[in-house]
């Protein structure tokens, strides 16, 4: 049962979207999802976190693993993708035309894009 009692904390976004490698972006700004894991024990203050959001429905928790000294692998889950994805701020990088381009659309001059541009004078 997914239970959500508060705002996620900015360190449960970070451990969200770093869980999913959502926060390395290409030249764009652009993110994608390349993993699903999160590894943690739990003497690392990154454990509380992933077991509060075990509890909220947003991960799970997979277990101690021996070969990785004991420590839990953490999965996220639906609920948890979502989540990581609506706080994704990514900015996006225009080129010079699509800045123009969005210059011209909020001056709103009254001209066509070419008049604007002083194409055909």
């Known amino acids: 049962m ?21 926060t390395k972006k290409d030249s764009y700004g652009n993110a994608k999802e390349y993993r699903n894991n999160f590894c943690t ?3 690392s203050t990154d454990f509380k976190y992933c077991r509060g959001l ?6 799970r928790d ?12 953490f999965f996220v889950t639906e609920a948890g993708k979502k989540t990581a994805w609506d706080h994704m ?18 001056e709103d001059s009254g001209q066509t894009f070419a008049e604007w541009l002083g194409i055909g004078k």
Do not use: C, F
């Open 41 to 43: 024990g739990p003497e």
């Open 62 to 73: 997979d277990g101690p693993r021996q070969g990785y000294n004991g420590m839990h692998i």
């Open 2 to 22: 997914l239970r959500i009692a508060k705002e996620l904390s900015k360190a449960e976004v970070q451990i969200l979207q770093h869980s999913l490698g959502l």
């Open 54 to 59: 075990t509890e909220a429905g947003l991960m």
């Open 89 to 106: 701020v990514v900015p996006m990088k225009l080129t010079k035309s699509q800045r123009r381009y969005r210059d011209w659309l909020n």
